[in-house]
T-cell receptor, first 115, second 113 residues
Framework: AQKITQTQPGMFVQEKEAVTLDCTYDTSDQSYGLFWYKQPSSGEMIFLIYQGSYDEQNATEGRYSLNFQKARKSANLVISASQLGDSAMYFC????????????FGPGTSLSVIP | NAGVTQTPKFQVLKTGQSMTLQCAQDMNHEYMSWYRQDPGMGLRLIHYSVGAGITDQGEVPNGYNVSRSTTEDFPLRLLSAAPSQTSVYFCASAEDQESYEQYFGPGTRLTVT
């Protein structure tokens, strides 16, 4: 069965420093996609970054990068130069590649950025 | 573009009542979905649709019905509300099933007493 694990329920980071949020996954699919979403205290879900299982390069979107290690089944999110507005819940998710009929989310990591 | 809109934002139901959560998008997206989010958990997929007239079940479909008569609208019906359905409900859309970016609505907070 597919499963997403996020072992850090809460993280703290100093403003302007980098932080890594961990995500490991389990799937028997050969082709799959990995996502990260941000949920601020206001409640909306914001798409951050996507990595396909066959993509050779790690995905990057501005200050966000995804450290994809396929053999270890990990897809960690790296946020560089943290800002106060980065304080939020972060969810790792997985689906069949570009297909949502088996999308699953992890339990989330709460990130607090300290000034 | 309004994006993905959901109504109502808050709702309180008594056990056994029925209601419909509304979801609409104005981006001409083919794919739409409903999730629920419970405390300490990520989102769980309830139902999804890959186009008008086509719906399918996700991970937790029991107690919920959906229909997709138009591209824009994807209502979620609770047939007989139960306290276990107390949750925050999110609707999302994507351009099509091959897209990887989903756009989420603001959510509906439902309490069943």
């Amino acid at each position: 069965a597919q499963k997403i694990t996020q072992t850090q329920p809460g993280m703290f980071v100093q403003e302007k420093e980098a932080v890594t949020l961990d995500c490991t996954y389990d799937t028997s699919d050969q082709s799959y996609g990995l996502f990260w979403y941000k949920q601020p205290s206001s409640g909306e879900m914001i798409f951050l970054i996507y990595q396909g299982s066959y993509d050779e390069q790690n995905a990057t979107e501005g200050r966000y990068s995804l450290n994809f290690q396929k053999a270890r089944k990990s897809a960690n999110l790296v946020i560089s130069a943290s800002q106060l507005g980065d304080s939020a819940m972060y969810f790792c998710a997985m689906s069949r590649r570009t297909s949502y009929d088996k999308v699953i989310f992890g339990p989330g990591t709460s990130l607090s950025v300290i000034p | 573009n309004a994006g993905v809109t959901q109504t109502p934002k808050f709702q309180v139901l008594k056990t056994g009542q029925s209601m419909t959560l509304q979801c609409a998008q104005d981006m001409n997206h083919e794919y739409m979905s409903w999730y629920r989010q419970d405390p300490g958990m990520g989102l769980r997929l309830i139902h999804y649709s890959v186009g008008a007239g086509i719906t399918d079940q996700g991970e937790v479909p029991n107690g919920y019905n959906v229909s997709r008569s138009t591209t824009e609208d994807f209502p979620l019906r609770l047939l007989s509300a139960a306290p276990s359905q107390t949750s925050v409900y999110f609707c999302a859309s994507a351009e099509d099933q091959e897209s990887y970016e989903q756009y989420f609505g603001p959510g509906t907070r439902l309490t069943v007493t």
